[in-house]
């Protein structure tokens, strides 16, 4: 029983590292119809940041949030610079330009700051929580939190606020958007900012477990992208669902199958789930035009 | 007398494997275009799949695995020739493709793309985890392909550089071939009218999914072939092969130079397969570089390099 | 198209040239992977012959001729290593190769250097770049065998006879993992738990309750390198499994006390270099002085402590410039002899004789078993 829920403990810390990724995922996805590749590079700034403002002597509630800030100006400019000139370039493209500008953030990342790897001091000690003969570290809960509150504060932001309402709308049709006066350039800047913002507060809530070097966006990126997918691109409730369900697949497996093929058994899920659900967990049905 | 477009391909390939010998300083420069001819038959294929058909993978490099593999595994296992070792593993691939195919060709977009990138990452996890059969990350030796030793018997004498230089070459030439004549077949234009619309191409009778298939399998043949080449070449191969980078390395090759033309993509092998050459003195910088090209391209000559430049010259000479 | 095309190709061939270094007296090649995922290794190699190379030249270089150091970067990639090796022997001309961060990269590399009959000396890990012995193929690494067999022995004396191993799946953990299995049985010891991670993963609390609720388990082993370790022995503090941790030659550095917290480490034991006790040797110790002027060198040009990767970089350069001078020409043929001939050169990593049969030229007693206690490593021994 111990044992079972160690997994659990073990599979909610990673899911919910993806979790925030997949959002991440989600909130561009719905108002540009790109999926950024990018997403793990913003998890890697949060923590980068974080650690060089920290070390060069800031306390670290306010390099945490001058990374925040910093990472999301980097995802307006990248939409600005990158995204915005390409609308309406085929998917295959739009791949290609992301994991371009993924490369170009690790190369840049690994000039300004270092290649060595980095961490910071977890925020509220290293002093394992013990529940029923399993443990969790106080910065899990702090991961688990950050992730539940990132989802609830869209969840009103989309549903309750005349803003989260213009990116609903635009994202389920632009040209009706800006037909009802939504300015949706405003709205794609918004997105990117947002996105990139929640990406680097996971890396900042995460540094102190998963510790943090220049090249750690891409695997987030991957599994991120897995777990948005397997919910439902464009679904945040889907984002959510799937990431922490990627996460605990992979502790099972690690823990009751095998450890080597843990990796395997998240991707054989998607492959089955989009089998049988095309859209994944929660996608939209999308119809062609013809 | 004017040139078919498909000759004009050919003979423009042929000219430079040929030509650009002369001009090599020293045995290194065989071993650079060794590379690219390797990468532009794997970006052949990617033509046929996204060029043609329109579909995207992300997990091509698992062919590209499986035929390495089989070069290293077949001679030592089954005691087959090298040489149909490549056979093999083209035929593994072939069949894996089609098995793996008929479920995720269904799908569409990012939702391909992540299934795709599912079975490479399956096929890599594999390779570097089965260390009884394939000894895992460090990698493992490839038998001599011997063909350089008949070759010279035969009076022909080359250095393995020259060897691989000709006859990748050579089979880049054999494989653009067949994908041009692909492209001028009844199955190309079932596969172009797949790529404007899928409804559009099934009103008027189009076996949708079986086309899907049938590209999805050439092409992986094509990486199959290309991981084969490597693996001989090398004399020796890592699960890299079979890597995510790998796989994306393919695209990108193919979109950059013109995913819609089999000259355009093998210019791409070459610009990606040259461009950490040239950067070795800003090796820091190579990251940065690859990036901002990979962006500027797909930004500002979205139908890649060479198309973009063709219409241009032709917008503007006549 | 025509037209168009082969100026451009030719254009680019032309620019590869440009990037061949200025000609000078010695040319050594070297092929590192200074970016991509070995980086974390082979980032400190590259500093330190970079150092290296302009201490020597400022002091004259060998026997009054410079040194010229053709340094590549071939992130990790066995492919582009390959590439670099061919371009090092045809193009640039070198004497001799440096590299190989990676088994990988090293296999490649030598592959070549082999076919070239240039002088190699690799900076990775694996029993299989040294055995069978190759004529030009040299190395400064302990191998993985060797690392297993000084845990063991160290086991063994503690009176452990089964243990759990949990490796990271990339080709360091992987091939020790290998290596160690294959060795247990000589030193009576039984592997009852074998657990794999991924060196990308963020937790390894599932292996490890795995392997804690595994009977029989006494001592833990973790072979491994980069990030992964560090987050194994903080989950290892976090489940208070309380049995004895070993740790391998992959994390010997200041750099992963830091990492997984010095509360963490507290106790973690693995086998390490001189390097790393430097102000703990012993003033008549023959590795003393070279071990310290490297720590003092590297750390006092990059601002980073040194680890035991860098200084098998720091030793494959002390060989290769020892040989040279004195074979007294940079003949690659004479310099191969010359390195072969090596007997007794005390570098940081141990003290290296080679033969026309050892090309690793060091024995289990170069490892020093150390302990991390309060921070800092002390001898366990």
New interface residues.
């Given amino acids: 029983m111990s044992e079972l829920l160690q997994f659990l403990f073990s599979g909610v810390t990673v899911g919910a590292v993806y979790a925030l990724v997949a959002l991440g995922f989600t909130i561009i996805y719905n108002a540009s119809d790109v999926v950024n590749f990018a997403q793990g590079e913003f998890v890697m700034l949060g923590g980068m940041i974080t650690w060089f403002a920290h070390a060069a002597g800031l306390p670290l509630p306010l390099a945490a949030l001058i990374a925040i800030a910093a990472t999301a100006a980097l995802g307006v400019a990248m939409n600005k610079l990158a995204i915005e000139p390409a609308r309406g370039a085929p998917v295959v493209s739009l791949i290609i330009i992301t994991i371009g500008a993924s490369i170009f953030i690790q190369g840049a990342a690994q000039l300004v700051f270092d290649k060595q790897i980095h961490s910071f001091p977890a925020f509220s000690g290293d002093d394992p929580i013990r529940i029923g003969g399993a443990t969790i570290l106080p910065q899990s809960l702090w991961v688990i939190g950050g992730a539940l509150a990132t989802f609830v504060g869209l969840w009103v932001f989309f549903t309750r606020t005349l803003l989260g309402r213009a990116v609903l709308a635009t994202s389920n049709n632009r040209l009706a958007a800006q037909l009802v006066g939504i300015n949706t350039n405003f709205v794609m800047t918004l997105s990117f900012a947002l996105s990139a913002g929640i990406g680097a507060l996971a890396g900042v809530l995460a540094t102190p477990i998963t510790l943090t070097s220049y090249g750690v966006g891409i695997g987030f990126a991957l599994k991120g992208f897995a777990g948005a997918m397997l919910g439902g691109m464009g679904n945040p409730k889907g984002a959510l669902v799937g990431g922490f369900a990627i996460g605990l697949i992979e502790a099972m497996t690690a823990g009751y199958l095998s450890s080597q093929y843990k990796d395997a058994a998240a991707f054989i899920m998607i492959l089955l789930v989009l089998f049988f659900m095309p859209q994944g967990l929660f996608g939209r049905k999308s119809t062609d035009r013809v | 007398m004017k040139l078919s477009a498909k000759t004009a391909t050919l003979l423009v390939l042929a000219l430079m494997i040929a030509v650009t010998p002369f001009f090599f300083p020293s045995g290194y420069y065989y071993r650079v275009g060794a590379l690219i001819f390797v990468n532009g038959i794997a970006v052949t294929g990617i033509v046929i799949l996204t060029g043609y058909a329109g579909q995207i993978s992300l997990g091509h490099a698992g062919f590209a695995g499986i035929g390495a593999y089989a070069c290293a595994l077949a001679p030592v296992h089954l005691g087959l020739h090298p040489a149909l070792a490549v056979v093999l593993g083209a035929a593994i691939s072939a069949v894996l493709a089609w098995l793996v195919g008929r479920p995720i060709l269904r799908l569409k977009g990012y939702y391909l793309g992540v299934a795709t990138l599912g079975f490479g990452i399956l096929v890599s996890m594999v390779l570097n985890n089965e260390r009884d059969l394939t000894r895992g990350p460090d990698g493992i030796d490839v038998p001599e392909l011997g063909l350089r030793a008949v070759l010279k018997g035969w009076g022909l004498d080359m250095t393995n550089g020259q060897f691989w230089y000709f006859f990748c070459g050579l089979i880049l030439i054999l494989g653009a071939w067949l994908a041009l004549n692909l492209y001028d077949s009844p199955t190309g234009r079932a596969l172009r009218a797949l790529h404007g619309s899928e409804i559009a191409a099934r009103t008027v009778g189009v076996d949708v999914a079986r086309m899907k298939l049938q590209a999805f399998v050439i092409s992986a043949v094509y990486a199959s072939v290309s991981g084969s080449l490597l693996a001989l070449q090398n004399k020796f191969i890592t699960p890299d092969v079979a890597g995510f980078m790998h796989s994306i390395e393919m695209v990108t090759m193919a979109v950059l130079g013109g995913v819609g033309s089999i000259l355009g993509a093998i210019l791409g092998a070459g610009i990606l397969t040259l461009l950490p050459q040239v950067l070795t003195v800003f090796a820091e910088y190579e990251q940065l570089v690859l990036g901002l090209v990979m962006m500027l391209v797909m930004i500002f000559l979205r139908e890649g390099l060479l198309p973009s430049i063709l219409r241009r010259l032709r917008g503007t000479g006549e | ?2 037209k ?3 100026p451009v ?2 254009g ?2 032309a ?5 061949t270094a200025a000609l000078a007296d010695i040319r050594l090649g070297a092929s590192i992977s ?4 070995a ?2 290794l082979g ?1 400190p190699e590259a500093k330190t012959l970079e150092i290296l190379v302009e201490q020597l030249n400022a002091a004259g270089g060998i026997g009054g001729e410079n040194i010229a150091l053709v340094l ?2 071939d ?1 990790g ?4 290593a ?2 670099f090796a ?2 090092l ?3 640039d001309e070198v004497v001799a190769i440096i590299g190989g961060t ?3 990269t090293s ?2 590399i030598l ?1 070549v250097a082999e ?1 070239a009959e240039i002088p190699f000396i690799s900076l990775a890990g ?1 029993i ?1 770049i040294i055995d069978p012995v190759k004529r030009h193929t040299f190395k400064t690494p302990h191998t993985d065998r060797m690392a297993c067999q000084k845990i063991f022995e160290h086991m063994q004396g503690q009176g452990f006879t089964g243990i759990g191993l949990i490796s990271g ?3 360091f953990g ?2 020790m993992q ?1 290596q160690c299995k294959d060795v247990a049985g000589d030193f009576g010891i039984q592997i009852v738990a074998d ?4 060196p ?4 390894m ?3 490890l ?2 392997i804690r ?1 595994t009977a029989g388990v006494q001592a833990v082993l973790n072979p491994g390198f ?2 992964g370790p ?2 194994v022995t ?1 989950n290892y ?4 499994i309380g049995l004895p941790f070993y740790q391998s030659h992959g994390v010997a550095s200041d ?1 992963f006390i830091e ?1 997984a ?1 010095a ?2 480490a507290e106790g973690v034991r693995l086998p390490g270099t001189a390097l790393l006790v430097a102000d703990l040797l012993a003033d008549d110790d023959a590795q003393k002085p070279v071990v310290t002027a490297y720590k003092a060198a590297f750390e006092g040009k990059t601002g ?1 402590p040194v680890g035991t990767f860098g200084g098998y970089a720091h030793d494959a350069f002390m060989i290769l410039t020892d040989a040279i001078a004195r074979a007294g020409t940079a003949e690659p043929a004479a310099i191969r002899d010359a390195i072969e001939a090596t007997t007794g050169l005390a570098g940081t990593t141990g003290i290296y004789s080679f033969t026309a049969t050892d090309h690793l030229g060091l024995d289990l007693s170069a490892f020093r078993m150390l302990e991390i206690s309060g921070g800092k490593w002390t001898l366990a021994e």
């Fill in positions: 198209m025509k168009t095309l082969i190709a030719l680019l061939a620019s590869l040239g440009l990037t200074a970016t991509g995922p980086a974390f980032d590549y970067d992130a990639d066995p492919n582009k390959r590439t061919t371009r022997v045809e193009d990676t088994t990988g296999m490649s592959a076919d694996a299989d799946t990339d080709g992987a091939s290998a657990e794999t991670y991924d990308k993963d963020a937790d609390t599932a292996q309750t795995k609720n980069g990030q560090s987050i903080r503090r976090q489940l208070d750099g990492l917290g509360d963490a980073t």
